[in-house]
């Protein structure tokens, strides 16, 4: 059973559109993060987000954590190729271990 | 600076053998921990050292075990490989351990498949 569930597990889209993808857990986390990884590679780090309520904003790129820290979305605008990927959340829990969800596989077409 | 390195890339092995895994973190970083990805599960923590000593473990068989080095390589260990074992093993390098903001870098993973 996931502790980390995300939504949608598939999303293909055309460039240019917008798209929001969702990270949702019935516990509270200390601290959230979403990585993205590329096939081949190992997921790289985006954004960290440990304030409930907290945005923030990274270019095209924007994460949410929900108020009360059990979830959170990422939005992405005007979405090119480049962004193709498998999007991860991971969160953490009171002794700062990380749990990472099964992830949003994005494909982004020219 | 080099990045996080994993040893060897890909690996084919057959049920009931064994397997060792490296993992060479960053210049520096004293923390790593190891993953284990597949497609239905995502990325499971499977255990994290630091300084040498195992500080984390996750739900995985006591078959399932690795170690730390003096100069912070790693090495994890499957014993009794069984079919499910198949998956990408990742591992990931930190500058210390835990806090929400301790950044964990990722090597390229080793893709395990076992017959």
């Known amino acids: 059973t996931q502790l980390l569930e995300q939504s949608p597990q598939f999303l293909s889209i055309q460039e240019g559109e917008n798209l929001t993808v969702y990270c949702n857990s019935s516990s509270v986390f200390s601290s959230l993060q979403w990585y993205r990884q590329e096939p081949g590679e190992g997921p790289v780090l985006l954004v960290t987000v440990v304030t409930g309520g907290e945005v923030k904003k990274l270019k095209r790129l924007t994460f949410q954590f929900g108020d009360a820290r059990k979830d959170s979305s990422l939005h992405i605008t005007a979405a090119q190729p480049g962004d193709t990927g498998l999007y991860l959340c991971?969160?953490?829990?009171?002794?700062?271990?990380?749990?990472f969800g099964a992830g949003t596989r994005l494909t982004v077409k020219p | 600076k080099a990045g996080v390195t994993q040893t060897p890339r890909y690996l084919i092995k057959t049920r009931g053998q064994q397997v060792t895994l490296s993992c060479s973190p960053i210049?520096?970083?004293?923390?790593v921990s190891w993953y284990q990805q597949t497609p239905g599960q995502g990325l499971q923590f499977l255990f994290e050292?630091?300084?040498?000593?195992?500080?984390n473990k996750g739900n995985f068989p006591g078959r399932f075990s690795g170690r730390q080095f003096s100069n912070s390589r790693s090495e994890m260990n499957v014993s009794t490989l069984e079919l499910g074992d198949s998956a990408l093993y990742l591992c990931?390098?930190?500058?210390?351990?835990?806090?929400?903001?301790?950044?964990?870098?990722f090597g390229p993973g080793t893709r395990l498949t076992v017959l």
């Open positions: 050292y630091f300084s040498e000593t195992q500080r």
């Open positions: 990931a390098s930190s500058l210390t351990a835990g806090g929400p903001y301790n950044e964990q870098f």
């Open positions: 991971a969160g953490g829990y009171n002794n700062n271990d990380m749990r």
């Open positions: 210049s520096g970083h004293r923390s």
